[in-house]
């Protein structure tokens, strides 16, 4: 792998331009009830002060909002500028007076109060050494409190039935060029072996994934939409050419397949575990 790919992994290679927010907003409403089983599995309380790492757009911080109540807080970081003004926007318009959301990496982030709880979703696939960013995660939780996070299987990705010829060369563009990148293709499934090898106790786990039951589904766009941001990346390392992809006219054929077919599709498997920072309460 090159230098400068396992660099742009550690840097978000999806970007954020505008059109790169909406393909966010929509793979997390996709993705919101599997999330919130996670944290409600991990005992996200009312009260409780949370920790969003990497936030991005402010979806996950919107779903530990809800349980903690507002007399609970979360502070959701990112380092980029564009996605936290966007997420302060969703906030206040949502009068979620609880969330506050803070522009800074998480290696300068101060150790100022310990929080009852973080969680992380989607950002330990993109990092060059996951496990020394759950241990740096790990010192802004105080003793007793639960890490949480929710990673993409990627190497599971791409259930259909029945087996359906496009959706296969999908999976067949998409799992090379995530891994040429940098990005982790088994994340989801070396998430408690890294909470244990950060010094955390796992408590428990699921796996979990959205059926697209309908050729027009908020899963089958958001995987479209996710081959349109990684196009150039595919060009790039010569995994396909942009015309063999035809991204203007990928959803529709992707419907006209899953119409033809009767056919249903299980775009990505999630893998949600959590687990407790040991010592006294």
Known sequence: MRVEETQAAANYVMGHEDRELQRLMLQAKVYAPLTEGVLRG?????????????????????????????????????????????AQRRAEAQGLSQVRFRQSSLESLPVEGAFDAIVCRLVLMYQPDPLSFVRRMAEHLRPGGVMALHELELAAMG????????????WGWMLPTCERLGIKLHMGLELAST??????VVDDGVVSGRLGVTPDSDAAQALVETVRTL?????????ALAMEVDIDTLAARLAAELRANDGVLVPSLMVGAWGHRPGPV
Do not use: I, Q, Y
């Open 42 to 86: 991990a005992g996200l309380k009312p009260g409780m002060r949370v920790l969003d790492v990497g936030c991005g757009v402010g979806d996950v911080s919107f779903l530990a909002a809800a349980l903690v109540g507002p007399k609970g807080e979360v502070v959701g970081v990112d380092r980029e500028p564009r996605v936290l003004a966007c």
């Open 159 to 170: 259930l259909t039935h029945p087996k359906l010829p496009l959706f296969s060369r999908v």
């Open 195 to 200: 909470l244990r090898r950060a010094g955390l």
């Open 231 to 239: 196009l150039p990346h595919m060009e790039r390392l010569g995994v």
